[in-house]
């Protein structure tokens, strides 16, 4: 699921279509998710993607619960935690200081088209140095243990925040016990929003 925006891109909709991508609105969501279909939410979204820094995990996730609440509302779900080691390695995002004009502008596009850009770069076609195409280095997803939610008519805040604490408390394990196996050995799993 992606952005609704994209969806008015000429053809680049139809290709978003072809490869079976939909739009990751709410109502959306619940029809594909009464199909029994499965549905893929990046939780942090954009503003995760300003926090990217090589060898860093910066999640945008403690105030990120309408997934657990979409759970509940259609139950039978499983919330699968997924982290991807070395997401971080294939573009050098530049930093922009939190009340700067630049994060100030990234942040006003992201409030007002519901994306924005960071400022990156990686190699080029013919150097290594500079350019917009990925660095070649391995991203390894990591899956978790499918937390299970029923259905819930009247849920609570509490029930919400106890099935988003079994899923940060999974995704932590999983990036834990394989950090060592990717190279993350220094690293620790931060939630900075």
Not at 18 to 42: D, E, H, M, P
Not at 155 to 174: A, P, Q, T
């Amino acid at each position: 699921m992606t952005l609704v925006n994209v969806f008015n891109i000429p053809f680049y909709r139809d290709y978003l279509l072809g490869l079976g991508v939909t739009a990751v609105s709410r109502q959306n969501a619940i029809k594909v998710l009464k199909q029994n279909y499965s549905i893929c939410i990046v939780i942090g979204g954009a503003q995760e993607s300003l926090h990217a820094k090589v060898h860093k995990a910066e999640l945008i996730l403690d105030k990120r619960k309408g997934f657990v609440k979409l759970a509940l509302e259609v139950g039978n779900v499983g919330l699968v935690p997924i982290f991807a080691f070395g997401e971080n390695e294939i573009y050098n995002v530049l930093s922009t200081e939190n009340k700067s004009l630049t994060r100030r502008f990234q942040l006003w596009m992201k409030n007002r088209w519901g994306f924005t850009i960071p400022l990156f770069y990686a190699r080029g076609i013919f150097n290594y140095d500079w350019g917009f195409i990925p660095f070649r280095h391995p991203i390894n997803l990591v899956f978790g243990n499918p937390i299970m939610v029923p259905k819930l008519e009247n849920f609570s805040e509490k029930d919400v925040d106890n099935y988003h604490g079994l899923y940060v408390k999974e995704l932590s394990r999983i990036f834990n016990e394989y950090k060592a196996k990717f190279g993350y050995n220094d690293v620790e799993l931060e939630l900075v929003a």
